[in-house]
Nanobody
Framework: QVQVVESGGGLVQAGGSLRLSCAAS????????MAWYRQAPGKQRELVAA????????YVLDSAKGRFTISRDNAKNTVYLQMNSLKPEDTAVYYC?????????WGQGTRVTVSS
């Protein structure tokens, strides 16, 4: 099994920055894609950013382009989400998904609150 643990969430004022981390551990032979999702109160979970195993072609949600950057450290089985210029609408619980083969493993989420 793969364990996924997120960290780095918190309360920040609008315009501030946070860096989320997600570490995968357990029975891992190879990690394929890694991704960040978020779910705001009353809304569906949405994909925020994703990065493949090679890290060369990333996806970032349109509303986050220019503000959020996803990166990964394969040696540490860790993915990061650098969030700058945060807005109140970025408030959500952020979840990490790790794909190994045909299996997707999720973390418990880390809460991000952006005050205006």
């Amino acid at each position: 099994q793969v364990q996924v643990v997120e960290s780095g969430g918190g309360l920040v004022q609008a315009g501030g920055s946070l860096r989320l981390s997600c570490a995968a551990s357990g029975s891992i032979s190879r990690i394929d894609a890694m991704a960040w999702y978020r779910q705001a109160p009353g809304k569906q979970r949405e994909l925020v950013a994703a990065i493949p195993s090679g890290g060369s072609t990333n996806y970032v949600l349109d509303s986050a382009k220019g503000r959020f950057t996803i990166s990964r450290d394969n040696a540490k089985n860790t993915v990061y989400l650098q969030m700058n210029s945060l807005k109140p609408e970025d408030t959500a619980v952020y979840y990490c998904k790790v794909v190994t083969g045909n299996v997707a493993s999720w973390g418990q989420g880390t809460r991000v609150t952006v005050s205006s």
